[in-house]
C-alpha cells in the first residue's frame, strides 16, 4: 500500500543553522510534491510545489529537492529563526485532477 | 479576497445528533477538498468535490458522512448521528480549476462529541 513517511520525532535546532526536513515514499509515483506549514490550532499554508521533472525549486530561505530514483524529497530551510517553528507537511499528487495525499508530519523547533 | 472560510469554528454535538460543517472556497476556486485531522495525527483525505460533483470520496467512510458542493452556496460536509469518534479538526481546501495546484486551507472546524 502507498506510505509516506516524514521523521515522526520532532526536530530541534538552534537558531540561525540550516533544517533539513526528510519526505520518503513507497508504492507511488508522484507527478508532484508540496510542501506546507501548519502551526498549532491552525489550517496548513502552501510554502512549495516541486514537479517530478525538477530536481530542486528555491524560494527565499527555502529549498526542496526530489529524487525519484530514492522516492524522497528534502525540505531545508537556511539561517532557521524561531518563527519557523512549527511543523511542516508534505504531500505527493499524481497530477491531473487528482487528491493529494498528506504525510503526518514533522514539527521543528528552532531554539534561539 | 477573502481566504477560505469555515463555519463554524467550534461545534459541540451530543451523540446521535447531527453535525453539519460549511466551506465556503476562495474566490474564483471551483474545487474543494475536506480533510480530518486528529491531535498529533496527519491529514486524513476524506473526500473532493467540484461544483455539483463528487470527483473522489474514498476517504469517506460509507455510512453517516456525506458532503456537496452545490452549484450555489457553500460545500458541506453532513455527519450524521455523531459518535465520539467523530471528535476531530475538519479541513476545507480549496484550489483554482488547474491541474495540480496548490491548495488554501481554512482555519479548520473543531468538532466535540460528547
Known amino acids: 500500500s502507498q506510505k509516506i513517511e516524514q521523521n515522526s520525532e520532532a526536530l530541534n535546532i538552534q537558531e540561525g543553522k540550516t533544517a533539513t526536513l526528510t519526505c520518503n515514499y513507497t508504492?507511488?509515483?508522484?507527478?508532484?510534491l508540496q510542501w506546507y506549514r501548519q502551526d498549532p490550532g491552525r489550517g496548513p499554508v502552501f510554502l512549495l510545489l516541486i514537479r517530478e521533472n525538477e530536481k530542486e525549486k528555491r524560494k527565499e530561505r527555502l529549498k526542496v529537492t526530489f529524487d525519484t530514483t530514492l522516492k524522497q524529497s528534502l525540505f531545508h530551510i537556511t539561517a532557521s529563526q524561531p518563527a519557523d517553528s512549527a511543523t511542516y507537511l508534505c504531500?505527493?499528487?499524481?497530477?491531473?485532477?487528482?487528491?493529494?495525499?498528506f504525510g503526518t508530519g514533522t514539527k521543528l523547533q528552532v531554539i534561539p | 479576497n477573502a481566504g477560505v472560510m469555515q463555519n463554524p469554528r467550534h461545534l459541540v454535538r451530543r451523540r446521535g445528533q447531527e453535525a453539519r460543517l460549511r466551506c465556503s472556497p476562495m474566490k474564483g476556486h471551483s474545487h474543494v477538498y475536506w480533510y480530518r485531522q486528529l491531535p498529533e495525527e496527519g491529514l486524513k483525505f476524506m473526500v473532493y468535490l467540484q461544483k455539483e460533483n463528487i470527483i473522489d470520496e474514498s476517504g469517506m467512510p460509507k455510512e453517516r458522512f456525506s458532503a456537496e458542493f452545490p452549484k450555489e452556496g457553500p460545500s458541506i460536509l453532513r455527519i450524521q448521528q455523531v459518535v465520539r469518534g467523530d471528535s476531530a479538526a475538519y479541513f476545507c481546501?480549496?484550489?483554482?480549476?488547474?491541474?495540480?495546484?496548490?491548495?488554501?486551507f481554512g482555519p479548520g472546524t473543531r468538532l466535540t462529541v460528547t
Open positions: 481546501a480549496s484550489s483554482p480549476p488547474r491541474e495540480g495546484d496548490e491548495q488554501y
Open positions: 504531500a505527493l499528487g499524481r497530477g491531473g485532477y487528482q487528491k493529494v495525499t
Open positions: 508504492n507511488y509515483s508522484p507527478a508532484y
